[in-house]
């Protein structure tokens, strides 16, 4: 019985898949609130060209730049995992097989597209890119792809966890970025809330504010971002993409694939291509998708589906998505990676079409999930994709329930190497569960509406 | 061109090479300090039997349990790069290649003989396993080993580490291992310090004697070491025996390897494959193997090669072995798997034959090695491994000179995700260079010849 699947790197796919014209319905258009009309607002003054014809493409296969396949040869094919002894641990009929994405050097997914969004810039003579950055992984990740590429990168870290994490700071500062904690006296946004507060924590709102300034405001810069957009979810594809042919190698099609979702880049990047082979008659299995989000975070589970920014600052066009609210404060829980209001636009329609289903889970058994994993199969997951872990597992159970021997994949997005305070925390017993309440989605409804009373005329035009 | 070189799991190695038949000559006998005779003092009484025979074993092979392969196979075979980038900013003719052990789930080469002494120990029906660490790399592949195979782990680790390093500690715990601050009050020798002295930052000395009178006084308790001993590098070979195959694969064989060396194991695993081809004939090309320590620990390139005990408490016996005395005070640098005053009696003899040259480098060249390998590989090396990048680039650079085309090996045996703390002092221009004084192994060397005033005849008697 094989432990894991490694491909060779010729392997690495040549082109990214996108879902745009096989979604089941066409993507709503983003709206301008001033007009009230379609637009991308800010778009095109802080992405190159090339990301932003990928962004609305209607080809599904888009062809991956050989410099970037290079690149991606530093770390991919990623590995395809059996977990053998989880499944022994559990007692399940059920085979369990994760792809692991934290051998990357910057530990995650985020690579993926960093890779991609450096190279984009620097072929279209952009001398640097900024971004904003909370738990740290994709700020390691854009530091990483702007160095291969020669690119200066500029990261807005949230201050708080400038404080708390320095070692992610360090890695990105290893990479050559330079690293303010935001808010920072380097944008017009960051100097008027330190005026009016010296000492605020900051917010992953502020700090996409004062990236975004830094990059409006000067010539040779741009912005990238981390996930939700659809070329970032298209550039995560390799994931799938490998997956489907680690899986054909072991003769296996998955039943069920899981993985967690903040803004929903890297679930997207697995289980587009296996969405493919279904609308496309191509595949074995009518598999299921789940996606798995925090309780304290619950953005499709709980939120709802319409417009609203991307931002808290409303800098971004409306979005159509699954929302908490733009003004969404997230609680203090681990998985720093999805605590976002919203998620990808295509990961709401498939959502509201039932193409994928959704789960949420607290961190108290997230954490037991992961340290089930730790235990059997050796490796320290992220807390982010230990939800996903954590719905594999519960699937795994009802199956030994049943007696099927279902076929589970799920997406094994980081290592938790930058994670050991969340274990200390969990396995000294200070973490506690938490569920996010109803009514402040109802009462971030209600804000919405009263900042833009004719929301719902423009969303019963667009969404649905 | 390839960038790396993956093998598939069928093709990790069915057996270690053993040393001891093939070197250049005997290897001296442990010297009991009471006798002055050979003996090998409590080492019956602290490793199983299977352990105990494969330490003085004189076959060239010995077969690796199919359940060590199998845990092997978590992230075994590792994968061989080819440094392409690295070669090109360095603008040399020479083609650099390097074995990367970082993907282990600990995160080094550590669990490769981790992993063997827990399975030995478990067949002999140990329940529990001691050991001791410093940085805290010895102790996680320890805790991992006796995770998988249901042994209990009891980890002694320096207290101004235990202090300094929690993410460290963590991560034993995460494996299950409790962990103690040495000096602790678990032990008559920790409690007997704490007496004297109950601020003591500890040592690894001390921690050392904690953990083996631990396994002394228990009935179900060994102890587990991590470098140094035969059987320790004997494991460490799979790192060497799958470079080979994969410089095959590629058409290559290496003109140099270059490592680092604490107690010498990720070093010797990875060169005695080598040294096998040259000594039976095989190898095609006369192969250099550099061996690769700090200037503040220059344990071969300035210690005498005498005998000496492996601790500071002196529980152990007289090792034949290249020492900066046992009462050796490791100065901070931020290389703590390399503070080790011997080295492994193997590497002392093929060092004063030359078939190993040695170099020593300060950890400021050391990290500027390493700052130009993470921004041209992506790849944050810890600072043990760095001295032997730093070794391969300097080689490197020869080449550019000399025009000469030579196939460079190195050994990237961990990742550097927990020693960010290192990189920020490197960064922020906190660290400096530091030789150890000449002075201090002569003094050692005299205090060690006034408390063995026989050691001269000793030494004469077995060693050269």
Not at 118 to 144: D, P, V
Not at 305 to 332: E, F, N, Q, S
Not at 438 to 450: D, I, P, T
Request: charged residues 25%; hydrophobic residues 35%; neutral net charge.
């Amino acid at each position: 019985m094989k432990t894991k699947v490694l491909l060779d790197e010729e392997e690495v796919p040549k082109q990214w898949y996108n879902i745009l014209p096989d979604l089941p319905k066409p993507l709503p258009p983003f709206i301008d609130p001033e007009t009230r009309a379609p637009g991308v607002g800010i778009a095109p003054r802080i992405f190159p060209k090339a990301i932003l014809a990928q962004e609305v493409s209607q080809e599904r296969w888009i062809s991956i730049p050989e410099e970037v396949r290079e690149v991606y040869m530093l770390w991919r094919p990623t590995p395809l995992y059996r977990a053998v002894r989880l499944e022994k641990a559990l007692k399940t009929p059920a085979k369990i097989y994760y792809k692991y994405e934290g051998v990357s050097p910057p530990g995650s997914h985020k690579p993926n597209t960093a890779v991609a969004q450096a190279y984009y810039n620097m072929k279209e003579g952009i001398q640097r890119l900024t971004t904003e950055t909370g738990a740290g992984q994709w700020g390691s990740a854009l530091a990483f792809g702007c160095m291969l590429f020669g690119l200066k990168c500029t990261v807005y870290m949230v201050k708080v966890s400038y404080m708390q994490k320095p070692y992610r700071r360090v890695m990105m500062e290893a990479y050559g970025a330079e690293v303010y904690p935001s808010p920072s006296d380097k944008t017009e946004a960051g100097r008027k809330i330190l005026r009016e507060n010296p000492d605020s924590p900051g917010s992953l709102g502020i700090a996409i504010s004062e990236a975004i300034e830094d990059a409006l405001t000067h010539e040779d810069t741009n912005y990238g971002i981390g996930s939700v957009f659809n070329h970032v979810l298209l550039h995560q594809t390799v994931i799938g993409l490998e997956a489907k042919k680690q899986m054909e190698v072991l003769g296996e099609y998955p039943d069920v694939i899981c993985g967690c979702i903040g803004g929903g880049s890297s679930f997207s990047g697995l289980i587009w291509p296996f969405y493919y082979d279904k609308v496309s008659g191509k595949a074995p299995k009518n598999t299921r998708f789940v996606a798995v989000e925090p309780t304290a975070c619950p953005s499709i589970t709980m939120g709802e589906y319409t417009y609203d920014h991307g931002d808290t600052a409303r800098l971004t066009p409306l979005v159509p998505m699954h929302t908490l609210g733009h003004d969404y404060i997230p609680p203090p829980i681990h998985a720093g990676g999805l605590r976002y209001h919203g998620i990808a636009p295509t990961l709401s329609v498939l959502a509201s079409t039932k193409h994928v289903e959704t789960v949420a889970y607290n961190q108290i058994e997230v954490f037991d999930a992961a340290r089930l994993f730790i235990r059997t199969e050796g490796i320290i997951p992220a807390p982010e994709p230990s939800h996903g872990l954590k719905a594999a597992i519960d699937e795994a159970i009802r199956c030994k329930e049943t007696g099927e021997e279902k076929v589970i994949l799920f997406l094994l997005c980081g290592h938790g190497y930058f994670d050991m305070q969340a274990y200390d925390d969990y396995l000294s017993g200070k973490l506690m569960p938490y569920e996010y309440p109803r009514e402040k989605v109802e009462e971030a409804m209600k804000r919405l509406r009263k900042l833009y009373p004719w929301l719902d005329e423009v969303k019963s035009r667009y969404i649905q």
